[in-house]
Nanobody, 121 residues
Framework: VQLVESGGGLVQAGGSLRLSCAAS????????MGWFRQAPGKERELVAA??????????DSVKGRFTISRDDAKNTLYLLYLQMNSLKPEDTAMYYC?????????????WGQGTQVTVSS
């Protein structure tokens, strides 16, 4: 499975960005997909996740501001999105797309290279 993120950038506080992730390869192995972020000097954290059935999870810090969605309609490409609204400077981080295989362990199995999000005050 290959994951490629796009959509990061520089935005002012209060603005919006939409991150995209394209998953290709052995995508039929994928169950859940998620967005993680890591800011300098901080641990990586799960921001939002969505299961194969559409159930979602959000970190408390982004509830009401971020929306995760996925499009599995194509047989050769899965698309994962993160709509980020009302952005805050503390949302500044490298954002990573990740995918978890059916029957895999507790950790996500596949990772993208990341896309930088910078929110200026």
């Amino acid at each position: 499975v290959q994951l490629v993120e796009s959509g990061g950038g520089l935005v002012q506080a209060g603005g919006s960005l939409r991150l995209s992730c394209a998953a290709s390869g052995s995508i039929f192995s994928i169950n859940a997909m998620g967005w993680f972020r890591q800011a300098p000097g901080k641990e990586r954290e799960l921001v939002a996740a969505i299961s194969g059935g559409g159930s979602t999870y959000y970190a408390d810090s982004v509830k009401g501001r971020f929306t995760i969605s996925r499009d599995d309609a194509k047989n050769t490409l899965y698309l994962l999105y993160l709509q980020m609204n009302s952005l805050k400077p503390e949302d500044t981080a490298m954002y990573y797309c990740a995918a978890d295989d059916y029957g895999g362990g507790p950790e996500y199995d596949h990772w993208g290279q990341g896309t930088q999000v910078t929110v200026s005050s």
